[in-house]
């Protein structure tokens, strides 16, 4: 039986939150699973400045929806197809309005 992988953040900010009271992620956002000290895409953690957030789960900073995502200025495309996003246009692919015959 496979196991669920349970993706956490990792970004290359933080900044205050007034209203929480903590630093949630911010900046530039990826995918990576505790235990490993690289993303999801392969960046290295250290290598690439990335502060590790181990009680922010991967969905919550998706800007569709909300909770973290205020600070988040980008995320890793390749994280969001690996780690899975709830985007409209994720997964769809390309759609041809006008097929020729």
């Known amino acids: 039986m ?12 933080r900044l205050w ?3 929480d009271g903590r630093w949630p992620p911010g ?11 690289q993303t ?6 250290h290598r690439s400045r990335l ?3 181990h ?4 969905l919550d900073i998706l800007p569709e929806t909300g909770g973290a995502a205020d600070a988040a200025r980008w995320v890793c ?5 690996v780690a899975g996003r ?7 692919g390309r759609r041809r309005t006008n097929p020729r015959p």
């Open 86 to 92: 709830r985007d409209v246009d994720a997964g769809r």
């Open 55 to 58: 009680g922010v789960d991967w």
């Open 17 to 19: 939150d007034e209203d």
């Open 40 to 45: 999801v895409c392969g960046r290295s953690l």
């Open 77 to 81: 495309p390749r994280c969001a197809s």
């Open 27 to 37: 900046g530039e956002v990826h995918a990576w699973e505790p235990g490993a000290d």
């Open 2 to 13: 496979a196991r669920a992988r349970r993706h956490r953040v990792a970004a290359s900010d």
């Open 51 to 53: 502060a590790a957030f």
